[in-house]
C-alpha cells in the first residue's frame, strides 16, 4: 500500500507563486508516473501535469509556461512550482501516483490541498 502525503496549498494574490509537495510513503515501483490534477466544484477532476520516473514531463495547456513540475526519485517525491498564478487556477490540487508491474497498473491519489488565487 503506498499513502501520498500533500503540502504547500493555500492562499495567494494573483501573479504570485505557490509550490506543493508530494511524498509518496510505502514500496513504489521504478516504473511509475506522478501527476497533479485539479478539481473546482461542480467541474470534473482535470490533469494539470505528469512526470515520468524518466523525468519525461507533459503539461495542460492552461498552465504550460507558467507551472513546472519536477521530482525526486531518491525520495519518492514529486513538486509543482506554479507561478504567475491567476483565479481560475484556484481549485484542490491532487497528487496521482501510477505504477506499473507485471502488466498491471496500481494507482493512488492524495488527499488534496487547497490552492486560492484572491486578492
Known amino acids: 500500500q503506498v499513502q501520498l502525503v500533500e503540502s504547500g496549498g493555500g492562499l495567494v494574490q494573483p501573479g504570485g507563486s505557490l509550490r506543493l509537495t508530494c511524498a509518496a510513503l510505502?514500496?513504489?515501483?521504478?516504473?511509475?508516473?506522478m501527476a497533479w490534477y485539479r478539481q473546482v466544484p461542480g467541474k470534473q477532476r482535470e490533469s494539470v501535469a505528469e512526470?515520468?520516473?524518466?523525468?519525461?514531463?507533459k503539461y495542460a495547456d492552461a498552465v504550460r509556461d507558467r507551472f513546472s513540475i519536477s521530482r525526486d526519485n531518491a525520495k519518492n517525491t514529486v513538486y509543482l512550482q506554479m507561478n504567475s498564478l491567476k483565479p481560475e487556477d484556484t481549485a484542490v490540487y491532487y497528487c496521482?501516483?501510477?505504477?506499473?508491474?507485471?502488466?498491471?497498473?496500481?494507482?493512488?491519489w492524495g488527499q488534496g490541498a487547497q490552492v486560492t488565487v484572491s486578492t
Open positions: 496521482n501516483l501510477q505504477m506499473r508491474m507485471g502488466g498491471r497498473t496500481f494507482e493512488y
Open positions: 510505502g514500496l513504489v515501483f521504478d516504473d511509475n508516473t
Open positions: 512526470i515520468t520516473n524518466l523525468e519525461v514531463s
